[in-house]
């Protein structure tokens, strides 16, 4: 959803609440690069803790929810070779 409607050729603003706070959003990026640093490093108990605690944090957020699925997978792929 965009942040403003046309209406009548006029711009009218909507306010769009945000999902996660700043906070929440900083502790996923940080996570996010906790992760990666861990498949640098084929760290795979490091990836798994990470991917426990994106889990607790993605709650009902199903972006975050598909991306943790994501990762599982390409992890699970990396690390059965």
């Known amino acids: 959803m965009s942040g403003s409607d046309e209406i009548d050729g006029r711009?009218?603003?909507r306010h769009v609440e945000s999902a996660v706070s700043y906070?929440?959003?900083k502790e996923i990026a940080l996570?996010?690069?906790e992760l990666?640093?861990?498949c640098d490093r084929n760290d795979r108990a490091a990836?798994?803790?990470v991917l426990?605690?994106?889990t607790r944090i993605a709650g009902n957020d199903n972006e975050l929810a598909a991306?943790?699925?994501r990762w599982t997978f390409k992890l699970d792929a990396a690390f059965s070779v």
Request: hydrophobic share 55%; with cysteine.
């Open 11 to 13: 711009c009218v603003r």
């Open 52 to 54: 426990v605690r994106l």
């Open 31 to 33: 996570l996010r690069l």
């Open 36 to 38: 990666r640093a861990a």
């Open 47 to 49: 990836a798994g803790a």
């Open 23 to 25: 906070a929440e959003a």
């Open 67 to 69: 991306e943790i699925r």
